[in-house]
């Protein structure tokens, strides 16, 4: 994996030399436009059809910067650090070569360190069918991530009213715990887009892409020496109900052999955008995806422990007014998934001469989970003069439910959890010729609800059934976590400055904010503090 590593560290180091090559050949100024604006003020360049980057309105723009960010506090969850350092580079670009074709890029470095930490061996348990986690909390140890992200889009005119584009997104990820029982992670993900649009006339513009996905996340579980201690995890197929295992030589975390966590997507989305009146949008996109995969190695001689699938439906929606002196935006999304786990039952095949195969018997339902995510968010960007917004006002409402069912037969766990944030912001930007200074202010409030378990039996069980395990600590770590009331604070400043002739502008920032929740028992703290700096320079 380090050959992969230093390939795509010197990826990074060419793409940002020729992000800075394309500003050069460009000399027109884009006065203190920013890359989160531009995407605001034009709903197609968020789209996963990258048919829709026909419509950068500038020549092109850069944004190259490098940020360190510090956290402390016990207000975490089961899986993350009460105190990690972490810091990243990344180089963003739009960039049209010509009339016709339009060009994306960005580079993403992050490099986390986190201490006292445990739970999942999974990189992001969230997005996983199922977890494995320590069936302890008295292991902590130190994690490392290194996660690299490449991105690369084009469209391309075939006419006045045809434009076709494609995306690939990659990225390559590194894990480890570095305490025992240590597991280390590989991680290779990769999207790709292939899309086209349409303009029907001059009010309405269609579009549609396919959609393909495929994620190897490898586990690899293994011991430093040797050591007389012995370390149960526990197969987890929801609400940290499921089969303890003990580390050896047999099942999910077999001793020195790495499993992946494989999965596949396919499919693809719709988008219209209607221009209401000559200053008014309205983008929508509709998305549909079905996901497969496995957890396992594919082989005669290799067990595949459980195989997944799940149905994902979303809605992406921006309402941009576009004013002299002002540019409003209403965004709203949607995403739903539908995730069902089956337990594959085997057993090894003694074939003689030493073969062992698998043969397998059919397969067990464990996990039935379904995940709801909405948000909508108001942007007003009031007094911009050549691209600088005098204020910037935000508020948003987020809403997430999810809902699980996990059975070991005849015994099932029940949990639903639903939780809500909302959030105001306002940013204070001062423009001078070849100054800007900015003050940020944010506040948020969130909290939930639900049942963290609700155990019971479709049926009588016999004697010879064992009861399924649970670890209760991170059960209610997680469920706390999700569901407290919590208030954050978020304090910003900002100072940018134009550099000579070419349009550039270099910046630094800084931003400080605080989490404290409330009427917390299980979880280590009640607070969160988080401090990130920022140097950059846009072009």
Partial sequence: MLSINKRILLFTLLSGAICSAFAVQDSDSIGWKNLPYIKQSEAWLNSENAAGLHTLSIPRITTAEVYVDKQNGGFVDYFQSDNSLEFGAQVESFYRLNSKVVFYGKVDYRNFAGKNMSGSYFINPKNTPFDIVEYTDENRGDKKLENYHLVGAVSADLSKKITIGGKVDYTAANYAKQKDLRHVNKLLDMNVTVGVSYLLNKQIELGANYYYRRSTEGLLLDMYGTTDQIYNSLISYGGFFGVMEQFGENGYTKEGEEKPLFNEYHGGALQLKWHILPKLQFFNEFAYKSRSGYYGKKSPATVVYSEHESDILSYNGTLTLQERKNLHCLHIDFQQETLNNFENIYRYNNEGGGINNVDYYGTLDTTDKTTLNLNA??????????????????????????????????????????????????????CRSKDMYSLYLGGTYASGNGNALKDGTYATPSESQSAPKSMDTFLYQEFEYLTSKRLKGEIGFKYAHAIGAKGMKGYTSIRYAMTKAFDVEYLKGSQRHELTWTLGVTF
């Fill in 377 to 430: 968010e108001y942007t007003g960007n009031f007094l911009v003069t050549d691209g600088c917004p005098a204020w910037v006002a935000k508020g948003s409402f987020s809403y997430f439910s999810r809902e699980l069912t996990a059975s070991m037969y005849p015994y099932y766990r029940k949990q639903d959890i639903t939780s809500t944030t909302f959030h105001l912001s306002g940013e204070r930007n001062i």
